[in-house]
């Protein structure tokens, strides 16, 4: 979820027309408080009230499922799991970014194989792809390519600027609605003049390669966790946020039904395509390989010993490892004290360091605070990790952020070849 995304809904347990796949951006700075991906949001708006203006009444379907509209704090994975399995139609947007992402090319796959398991005998022709950001012209078609560019067949500046570009120019603002209008048009009549979807259920994002097989960068992340575990805890206070690992702390249990270890999962692999290990950190580790955040509950510091092993920890954090302290609901009311001294510990890090870091080290209170500033710290932790870290440096051939150790893909960009149509999605 995007660090300012509007109040969304829950997702529907009635199916969806489409399920809109993309790219998500990284903050391009490390103070942007602006949603990168606001053209991808005005983008569903405008699909979606096309798709309500061509469906049938009484289709009992919702127009389209994007993923910015999950409540915060719900099971995310089984909602996006959901949303995979009721779509009738999967609309991707095409960038070199979506080739290049494991993520929008494990969606993908999800949906081919939901439709495979389903007995659908052409898969291909419930893929409804667009144009999003040019592509480059020296590499393969991606698949469905003459799709993608028929609905955009009698706008010449769509097949040469992408959809993106017309929806944020205002001279094309006429060419822009009537791709809109031709797409959603080709996704009811999609849906319409084909037998309904049977049951099916898409498989678990994680357990499927993307359908795309981008080359692995190397790229980790590390979530570490410091918190007690429910037995360390001191005899009053509530545990019910707590387990038998720091791996199931819920600082906010009545906002979230994940442990937060997840959520921060979720940003680094949505944002960044990181590959990530949670642990419980290990205030004696020696090293940092990686970039990464400690998540830090004020109760770790509770017992007489665990200030001195904070303090050993923070002398020897290197700058791409960012603490960042969550303070459970209260937590500076009910617990000043313990609040202050790990802020006292940590504040040294936050001297001459970017904003994200100094709001870290000074702490969030609510699950919005924390989705908020997450994408900020993922993306700031991979710059210092690539400024001071002992990484073997590789920058993609058409710009954009540098891997983390290892090649760039071989699909960092693809663009449509005529007569390049690949035949299966």
């Known amino acids: 979820m995007n660090a300012t995304a509007r109040s969304p809904v829950s997702v529907q347990k009635r199916g969806s027309y489409f399920y809109l796949s993309y790219a998500h951006s990284p903050p391009l700075t490390e103070s942007q408080v602006t949603d ?46 959901h949303a995979l399995s009721t779509a009738e139609v999967f609309v991707p947007l095409y960038s070199p970014s979506y080739f290049a992402r494991s993520w929008p090319g494990r969606e993908w796959a999800c949906f081919r194989d939901r439709l495979i398991g389903a007995g659908v005998e052409d898969p291909v022709q419930r893929f409804a792809p667009v144009l999003w950001v040019p592509l ?24 040469e600027n992408g959809l993106q570009a017309l929806l944020r120019l205002a001279p094309y603002r006429e060419s822009y609605e009537k791709v809109v ?76 039904q994940l442990p937060l270890a997840d959520y921060a999962t979720q940003v680094a692999e949505q944002l960044l395509d990181f590959a990530v290990k949670v642990t419980d950190a290990d205030p004696f580790r020696d090293s940092y390989p990686r970039p990464g955040v400690i998540l830090i509950d004020p109760w770790f510091a509770a017992a007489q010993d665990r200030l001195a092993v904070l303090r050993a920890m923070a002398a020897k954090l290197p700058v791409w490892v960012i603490p960042f302290l969550v303070l459970g609901a209260g937590s500076e009311e009910r617990i000043p004290g313990l609040v202050n001294q790990v802020r006292d510990i940590l504040e040294p890090l936050s001297r001459d360091k970017p904003e994200p870091t100094r709001d870290a080290i000074s702490g969030v209170s609510s699950l919005q605070a924390f989705m908020s500033l997450m994408p900020r710290l993922v993306a700031e932790a991979q710059r210092q990790y690539l400024r001071h870290g002992p990484v073997r440096r590789a920058w993609p051939r058409s710009g954009g952020l540098p891997r983390i150790g ?20």
């Open 181 to 256: 209008d031709n797409l959603a048009a080709a996704i009811v009549n999609t849906v319409q003049s084909n037998p309904p979807l049977p049951p099916s259920v898409a498989p678990d994002i994680y357990s499927v390669p993307s359908a795309f097989s981008p080359a692995e960068s190397g790229a980790y992340f590390a979530v570490r966790i410091l918190a007690p575990t429910a037995q360390e805890l001191p005899a009053h206070q509530d545990r019910s946020a707590y387990g038998d690992s720091g791996r199931y702390w819920r600082p906010f249990p009545d906002e979230q």
């Open 36 to 81: 990168p991906d606001q053209w991808v949001r005005r983008f569903f708006d405008d699909l979606s009230a096309a798709v309500a203006r061509h469906a049938e009444k009484e289709s009992g379907l919702a127009p389209g499922f994007y993923d910015q509209e999950l409540l915060l704090g719900t099971d995310w994975k089984a909602n996006l799991n």
């Open 136 to 159: 480059r012209i020296d590499q393969d078609s991606p698949p469905a390519m003459s799709r993608a560019m028929a609905v955009g067949a009698t706008e010449p500046a769509y097949a």
């Open 406 to 425: 290892g090649p760039p893909s071989a699909n960092t960009s693809i663009m449509h070849r005529p007569g390049k149509e690949t035949p299966n999605a």
